[in-house]
């Protein structure tokens, strides 16, 4: 008892086994009670589901210099690009299924071997508020790179408060995706905040491997207007975590030995881990900078959907070697709006994210509102335990929201430039003088020159 085929017959034994198997547990009324939403699942096994994400293997591109000598760049490493991951894509809106022989793979998801992107795809959910529960499906596609490694996949997300066994991803404790089957994860988020996601699949490897995103969910006082804002970061009565855009800043790492050893069918040693890469959503840089590759709007609801190609593969952008790392790391904004970072880190070593000039209102810790619990104990809505930094630190595991005011406009041409950056990332990182790793660029603009954002992490073109 595993996984079952996304097919009615598979389910719906699967679902009779686990049935029989809470029967035979006896009175276990908590277990019940965990077990519980599974009933979704029967109440609507077709509903379709809000994501489809494919895990594989595929490339990414850093800097090819300087050299790591024999491990970087890799030499198996595909035109323009330098090194090997483990990773997810969205494919949401192609059915797992091929429509025309209903009993296979659709060819359009097998395609996505060996395209994998980095750092995964960026999603968000909304409350749960009574009916919203939330489908996530994934496949496995398995490894082009290493078909001898028939590694199962999972999605565990990371700090969610309310995650039954059943759903929670880590192998042992629940169950994982092997190559060719489709499991639904559902989650009924009601914790608002800012979270991670990540395989849990020989854990140390996979989430090194690239396998880790950023997740958030939106608070149900979304759309309620408080202290003229409509957008928030928690459920805050007031609107002091009210913001006009929002960032999703990713931070994950780099060791250059364990990728080119799971390309080259050796073992990495990981009590020798170090840095050669610190990432900002996927990117080192300067290339944090460069643009957002294009998403599809219809299909933005939930997650960062990248546009694809005909043959599902990624859309190329402009610099052809960061098609598989399509999230940017700009921040762009017009003076006087609130902006609001969202900082997870699942690198394996604590960073300190500085923003220069520009002090960060700390709203959000591990997706709990900054606030103390009221009198009775019942709610956080309590005395306000926000405060303002210019540095956030964070080890792996830990996530930070944060919102600035961006500062009046200095009246020169073009936007103001104020730096984000980690600030040990001199020596987290192999480049020289520090340059490359955990850094980017926070851009003010005169008031009302740039458009509203759409999605987050998106820079809307400027008029
Ligand atoms: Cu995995």
Known sequence: MSNNKLSNHGRRRFLKLAGSGLAITGGAGLLRRQLLPISDAMAAPDAPANLFF?????????????TIPTFHPDVYAPTNFTTYIFGFRNMTGIPPMDPAAPANMNPLVIGQ?????????????????????FRLDLLNVGLAQRPDLTD????????????????????????????????RYIFKPRDPGTYMFHCHVEDVEHVHMGMTGLVFVRPRQNGQSFGGFTKFAYNDGDGSTGYHREFAMLLTEVW???????????????????????LLNGRVYPDTLEPNSPFNAATSTHAYDTQRQADGDLVVPARPDLQYQPLSALVTCNAGERVLLRFANLGFKEASMTLTGIKMKVVGKDATPMRGFN?????????????????????????????????????????????????????????INGAGGQRTEIRVYPSGTISAQTIPNENPTVA
Do not use: M
Not at 55 to 65: K, M, N, R, V
Not at 113 to 133: C, I, M, R
Not at 256 to 278: G, M, N, R, T
């Open 256 to 278: 250059a030995e364990s990728h080119w050893c799971d390309a080259h069918i050796q073992l990495p040693e990981w009590s020798d881990y170090k840095v050669d890469f610190a």
């Open 113 to 133: 071997k060996n395209k994998a992107q980095h750092s995964a795809p960026l999603f968000w959910v909304d409350e749960f508020t009574g009916s919203n529960t």
């Open 375 to 431: 009198a009775a104990g019942t709610a956080r809505t309590g005395a306000d335990t926000s405060y303002e930094t210019n540095t956030l630190s964070f080890g792996a595991g830990e996530s930070f929201d944060a919102i600035f005011t961006a500062p009046p406009h200095s009246g020169g041409s073009g936007p103001d430039v104020y730096i984000l950056y980690n600030r040990a990332y001199n020596r987290s990182d192999n480049q």
């Open 152 to 183: 199962s996949h999972s999605i565990h997300w990371h700090g969610f408060r309310n995650v039954i066994p059943f759903f929670d991803g880590e192998p042992t404790g629940s169950f994982a995706v092997p190559v060719g089957r489709v499991f």
């Open 54 to 66: 494919v895990g594989t293997d595929g490339w990414i591109s850093l800097p090819a210099t300087p």
